[in-house]
């Protein structure tokens, strides 16, 4: 998994600030560990943000876990 969630992430100082963001897309990581916080579910999160998939969400899990 830790090779495929570094694919599925990117970091770009032109887009948000340079914020690891979901690769393809201006989705930060940072929001997504947000709105888990908050309490939404997978399924929640991509259904509002339907161009995340359930291996970004855990992508971005797996980065958060090793900063």
Do not use: Y
């Not at 888990?36 to 999160?45: P, V």
């Not at 359930?54 to 980065?63: N, P, T």
Request: hydrophobic share 45%; net charge negative; with cysteine.
């Amino acid at each position: 998994m830790e090779n495929r969630s570094q694919n599925l992430i990117s970091i770009n100082p032109d887009i948000r600030f340079g914020k690891p963001t979901i690769t393809g897309t201006r989705i930060c990581v940072s929001d997504i560990l947000l709105w888990l916080l908050k309490g939404m579910s997978f399924d929640e999160i991509i259904e509002d943000f339907p161009q995340l998939k359930k291996e970004h969400i855990l992508a971005a899990l797996v980065f958060a876990s090793q900063i």
